[in-house]
């Protein structure tokens, strides 16, 4: 493979996993939306935000999700929506991360699409931490060699990528698995 080859699959790997990041904060952000109630509870207990500020704070969260996404779908803007997104799932790992070391695994950190909520662990923030990496990578990408623009296949592995994401998700909740939490 030569290096123009290299260049022009890591360009599309990276706007693959761009449609994917930007499919993921939309559906978050929708998620919030649709949940407002719990979404307002989850901001008081897992983020710690006063009532006050718990429905301002929501709103900002789905707005920043949603830029994020929309910037990640634009070449022209992808690295700024890429460096959002890192910074979105940073901000959500700190806060898993907080809430473990506090001893409140068992609080709801709205994190699934499911109605359920799942103690706090390895998985989270891994899955988290893994999202970062790969935000940062994409705007490395996007920043130093160019952005390709989104192509219908990318959409259609982005909403593959968005159902397996939610099939890990639903089999990570299994008590059996569950059951060798490292965290």
């Known amino acids: 493979m030569d290096d ?3 260049v022009g699959t890591v360009q599309s790997f990276a706007a693959q996993m761009a449609t994917f990041q930007a499919m993921l904060l939309a559906a978050s952000a929708v998620h919030k939306a649709a949940r407002w109630t719990h979404s307002l509870t989850v901001m008081r207990q ?7 500020l718990a429905a301002s704070s929501l709103g900002a969260a789905t707005a920043v999700e949603l830029a994020a996404g929309a910037l990640l ?3 022209a803007y992808r690295t700024a929506g890429a460096v959002l997104a890192a910074l979105v799932w940073t901000l ?3 806060l898993i991360v907080r809430a473990v070391v506090q001893g ?3 609080v709801d950190c709205g994190c699934s699409f499911g109605p359920t909520s799942r103690p706090l662990g390895s998985y989270q923030i891994t899955r988290n931490v ?4 790969l935000a940062v990578f994409i705007a490395c990408v996007s920043a130093f060699q160019g952005a390709v623009p989104a192509q219908a296949t990318f959409v259609w592995g982005g909403l593959a ?5 939610g ?3 639903q089999v990570m909740a299994l008590q059996p698995l569950r059951s060798g939490e490292l965290i």
């Not at 983020?47 to 006050?52: C, K, L, R, S, T």
Request: aromatic letters at 10%.
């Open 4 to 6: 123009a080859s290299l």
């Open 46 to 52: 897992f983020a710690g935000v006063p009532g006050v």
């Open 73 to 75: 779908m634009m070449p």
């Open 92 to 94: 959500y790992v700190a």
């Open 104 to 106: 409140r695994r068992d």
């Open 130 to 133: 893994v999202l970062a990496a």
């Open 161 to 165: 990528l968005v159902a397996l994401y």
């Open 167 to 169: 099939a890990l998700d």
